[in-house]
């Protein structure tokens, strides 16, 4: 009886040492996954805590706040700092080319240029100049948005009437109906035009809109973009277009974020599509 009540406990030993093992290489794995997500710049990433003890539920659920916090910090510096870059270029660009228009006027006015081989070349600049001032000109937005009057707004009627706006893209709306935020809906449309806007241009035919655990997503069967250009779609004036000015997916993230929103690209689309795009609740409404 001492053999079997002896075999019994090693077997139940083996089985806790098996059980522990497991349970230690599926932490392991959590963990690399959490690093590999931050390293490579996704911060929408959750490391899922099924399974675990209360103790480290809590601790992972404490990692997944700090990577989310993290993102959000360093999507706000990038967006003060670019915010900041264009109104010192703007502002050094418009001192420049003001007093070259003057001048180049001036010369235009005068009947006795009107003759001269100078007068095409003196054209040419003033052309050119004003047409640069006319682009910095449209980025000065970038800095002078309106202030933010967010308003509960019906999220699911919101998007069904953007979608309107879109009758030749196929749309899935999985929103519910109940479900409410607070956020200025001027600023809102802005934002979500210009990735439908995008994803348009993209040769998109279906969109999708799903809302999970805080987030927004936004997801289209265009063109795929490609790895090495997620890091840089937010930058002011990058554009993979031939004619885009590259200031939409900046400004949407601008305005978002001055209402305690996040938008982010995520590394991997949602399944059935090549692109999604997450607006992420900061305040977890």
Known sequence: MLIGVAILLTIIVLLLLVSFIRHQRILRTRAFLMREAVRNGDFTFRVPNKGMFFGEKALLDALNDMENNIGRLTAQNEVESWEKLTRVLTHEINNATTPILSICQSYLASPSLQSSPYHEGIEAIHDTTSALAAFVDSYRKMTQIQKPEPEDI????????????????????????????????????QAIINILKNAAEAGATTISTRWLAHRLYISNDGTPIPPEHHRDLFIPF????????GIGLPLSRQVLMMQGYELSLAPVPQTGYHVTFVISSINNQ
């Open 154 to 189: 019906a999220l699911r009627d919101f998007i069904s009437g953007l979608a309107c706006m879109y009758p030749s893209l196929k749309w899935h709306i999985h929103i519910p109906e109940s479900l409410t935020i607070s956020i200025d809906p001027n600023l809102l449309r």
């Open 238 to 245: 990058y554009t993979t277009k031939h004619h885009g000015s």
